[in-house]
């Protein structure tokens, strides 16, 4: 899977408080992105979290703004007056990820739109795949562009990474976090969703999608693994939730009828 690469040439302001900072920015190709930098407090997790999350939900027909790798040099942020966002962008000198910015769009309120059973079972599967913990009434990451509904931010996906021990054991958890999810009561197709999503994430498309991560954020602290051993977990470990999509899909059943 190809991903255009922009170079970002202003830094315009960040987008919220918390630990990964994102940014709203203007890349040479005259448009605006959100930012997300891996010098922030997850780093480079939290773009291959991004990253495989975003091109899965593309894989599986969501809406998502145009995913890119942005790449900031040592000059940008030179003028930046924050002391803490100076820092942040020298510690993301480099490749990092942008989305493109859909200006004027609001957040999904599911007081005010409401779900088809289809949709909000495509999304309660694919975030119970992903173990995405951050899809809740608080803060639903999807937003309403055109009249259009659009995913954002899987940054929060794939949470084992930050422990990177017993993988096999994670594949096949039953993502118990899913009670939480903004879509759940309406999510009613789970099981005609599994057969459709699972003809479209093939082993060849896992492994399509890992390959687009970048050797540059492959490399950590606490493994001395080579970038290709890292990206052979991460195929492994979605390939095993796929396989076994049973379990997270009887949690969410169960917890959608608790709640219902």
């Known amino acids: 899977m190809d991903l255009r690469t922009v170079n970002v040439i202003r830094y315009i302001t960040p987008l919220r408080e918390g630990g990964s900072l994102p940014a709203l920015a203007e890349a ?45 040099d040592e000059a940008c942020g030179r ?14 000198r480099g490749l990092n990820m942008g989305l493109h910015f859909l200006s004027g769009a609001l957040t999904f309120d599911p007081i005010v739109t409401k779900l088809d059973e289809k949709t909000a079972s495509q999304i309660v599967w694919m975030d119970s795949f ?10 639903t990451n999807m937003l309403i562009w055109h009249n259009e509904l659009w995913l954002i931010d899987h940054g929060a996906s794939l ?13 096949l958890t039953p993502f118990s976090q899913i009670k939480d999810h903004v879509a759940l009561s309406q999510a009613a197709l789970l099981d005609q969703v599994d057969t459709e999503f699972k003809r479209i994430l093939t082993p060849h498309k896992i492994e399509e999608i890992v390959n ?18 890292i990206r052979k977990v991460y195929v492994n470990f979605l390939n095993e939730r796929i396989k076994h999509s049973e379990i997270f899909i009887k949690e969410a059943q169960y917890a959608r009828e608790t709640l219902i």
């Open 79 to 92: 003028t930046e007056g924050d002391e803490e966002i100076q820092d942040l962008l020298q510690a993301s």
């Open 159 to 171: 949470y084992f990474h930050h422990s990177w021990v017993n993988w096999e054991k994670y594949a």
């Open 130 to 139: 992903l173990t995405n913990v951050d899809r809740t009434t608080k803060n």
């Open 212 to 229: 687009t991560l970048p050797d540059g954020w492959l490399s950590w602290g606490g493994t001395e693994e080579s970038a290709e051993e």
């Open 28 to 72: 040479d190709d005259g448009f605006k992105y959100v930012v997300k930098f891996r010098g922030s407090g997850h780093g480079k997790k939290m773009l291959i979290s991004e990253l495989i999350g975003g091109l899965v939900a593309q894989s599986l027909g969501f809406r998502v703004p145009e995913i890119v790798f942005s790449n900031l």
